[in-house]
């Protein structure tokens, strides 16, 4: 393995050597279609403004330790004039207005969304730390596909299988994690705006970026001042917007353990709750599955993001009988990905969120070795600024360790193996999580077997990581509840 573009500038204008046996020259895409303000305000009632105590933090890129710009952080004045918008609009405005008129609406963010992806695609690299490879052909059209998937709902909501004329719920509280930044907006934002609500939301402290470009988005799109709000801060903002009681709803995206105190902080409070929580999802691969495909979708179910996904496919289950040829073939693989400046366009593996998050993967990744995991990475040279961690396999692994139950969010990957299909089932769904899984075999009778008897709510076969706004994703257990994507996404958004 080797860096790509490594350390943008040092890399500049030089070539890398690839395990390929030749050289990529580096491919940076320009910074220069982006600007970066060095103050963000809040974004209510349809306007950037300071936060009232004026108080403020910063975004840093993480693959420079470079501060891009200081952000408002948000307070109670804040959440309650965003909330006090979001109701005005509400009533008076959205709410009232037709279906195919809010139609019009969402059309045009996704259009917006589309002609300034490029744009999009940079920022989110630069405050990320993600490839712009998956910025660009992941994040960002996938984003647009959402606004325009529930464009084609909002004048048809009669007809989504909830009676007729179901009824918005109002105002919703909505707080989204660092790792999709713009997308997990757009998963939030789509189907709430589209059954008639209105909304406040919070993006993550680490990425607040490409949230106030869709706000600045919002007013291009001209949408009615505070039908959609956008509050930047930490998790004590997260807290006080989901606790105002003039929110009705609340969506939340990120850890357990957070989705764990806003349900006991709203009970009672009659609010509507979807939770999208963490994962530790399985992909297992047997003995008939066609390996080089397998090995892609492996790679693709760890490595995409950094492992960054509560979906990732962290647990490998692989049948003991074809375990050896797998582990081979997989570290070949990983010697040719290329992690280094996330803005080069052949760089496969990008820049680690936060220190904080380096940290938590540094030490799960030192549990997996101190309890007795064989743990392997390709030859790999780290950029000496920002936050990197090298792709890692852990051979040798028990279900009872560490990084076999805990949800690692980065690029680390935990083999274990089984011998029959039964095996494999009781193995999978050794977790409290229930989010996702993946099945790689030839047989189709095999793949409709593990999806009946794996706990987990999407299951992909021979594939992984496929997303689509017509289908709907959400998991079980400590995952949450509810569904987010297709016509079940709109379920949490209305009076059903
Ligand atoms: P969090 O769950 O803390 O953050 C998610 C969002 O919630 C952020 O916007 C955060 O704000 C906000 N938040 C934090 N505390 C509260 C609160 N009490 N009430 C309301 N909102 C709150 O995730 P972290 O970023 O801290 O990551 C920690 C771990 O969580 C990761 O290592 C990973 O394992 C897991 N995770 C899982 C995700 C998933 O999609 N399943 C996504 C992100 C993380 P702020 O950014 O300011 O803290």
Redesign the pocket.
Same mark, same amino acid.
């Given at each position: 393995m080797t860096v790509s573009g490594a350390e943008a500038e040092k890399a500049a204008g030089s070539t890398v050597a690839t395990g390929a046996g030749w050289e990529y020259a580096p491919a940076p895409e320009s910074r220069e279609i982006v600007s970066i303000e060095p103050q963000y305000g809040l974004f209510v009632n349809g306007e950037f403004g300071p936060a009232k105590k004026g108080r403020t933090f910063p975004t840093i890129n993480p693959a420079t330790e470079e501060t891009l710009a200081r952000v408002a952080l948000a307070g109670r004045q804040d959440v309650d004039q965003a909330v006090s918008a979001a109701r005005t609009a509400y009533e008076q405005v959205w709410g009232p207005m037709p279906g195919s008129e809010r139609a019009k609406y969402l059309y045009r963010i996704a259009r917006i969304l589309q002609e300034r992806s490029r744009e999009f695609a940079v920022l989110e690299s630069i405050d990320n730390g993600k490839p712009i490879k998956e910025t660009r052909d992941v994040d960002i059209p996938l984003a647009a596909a959402h606004f325009f998937y529930y464009a084609g709902w909002a004048d048809k909501l009669d007809y989504a299988g909830f009676g007729p004329q179901p009824r918005p719920l109002g105002v919703a509280g909505q707080? /989204?994690?660092?790792?999709f930044p713009l997308l997990?907006a757009a998963w939030k934002l789509a189907p709430a705006l589209a059954a008639g609500n209105t909304c406040v939301l919070?993006?993550?402290?680490?990425?607040p970026l490409s949230a106030l470009l869709l706000a600045e988005v919002c007013q291009q799109a001209e949408l009615p001042p505070g039908v959609v709000n956008v509050l930047t801060?930490?998790?004590?903002?997260?807290?006080a917007?989901?606790a105002h009681p003039g929110v009705d709803k609340v969506a939340?995206?990120?850890?357990?353990?957070? &989705?764990i105190? /806003?349900a006991e902080?709203i009970a009672g409070s009659g609010k509507k709750l979807t939770l999208?929580? &963490?994962?530790k999802a399985a992909n297992v691969v047997f003995d008939d599955a066609p390996i080089e495909q397998a090995i892609e979708g492996i790679v693709n179910g760890i490595f995409f993001n950094q492992g960054?996904?509560?979906c990732a496919g962290s647990r490998l289950l692989v049948q003991e009988s074809v375990a050896e040829h797998v582990v081979d073939r997989l570290r070949r693989r990983l010697e040719t990905l290329r992690l280094g400046d996330p803005l080069d366009k052949n760089t496969d593996i990008g820049a680690i969120n936060?220190r904080?998050?380096l940290d938590?993967i540094t030490e799960l990744s030192a549990a997996g070795e101190a309890e007795g995991a064989q743990r392997w990475s390709p030859p790999c040279e780290l950029p000496k600024k920002g936050y990197w961690f090298a792709p890692t396999v852990f051979t040798g692994v028990s279900q009872s360790h560490r990084i076999a139950r805990e949800?690692?969010?980065?690029p680390v990957l935990s083999v274990l193996t089984f011998r029959t299909p039964e095996e494999a089932v009781t193995k999978a769904n050794n977790t409290p999580y229930g989010?996702s899984a993946g099945v790689w075999t030839e047989k189709g009778s095999r793949i409709l077997w593990m999806a009946q008897k794996m706990r987990a709510g999407v299951v992909w076969a021979n594939t992984y990581n496929r997303f689509d706004p017509a289908s709907p994703f959400g998991g079980y257990r400590e995952?949450g509840f509810g569904r987010e994507g297709g016509r079940h996404g709109l379920a949490g958004y209305l009076d059903v």
């Open positions: 707080v /989204i994690p660092w790792n997990m919070k993006p993550a402290e680490t990425t801060g930490a998790g004590e903002t997260g807290a917007v989901v939340f995206t990120g850890s357990t353990e957070v &989705g105190a /806003i902080a999208e929580l &963490g994962g960054h996904v509560c936060s904080q998050q938590k949800e690692i969010f980065g989010l995952s």
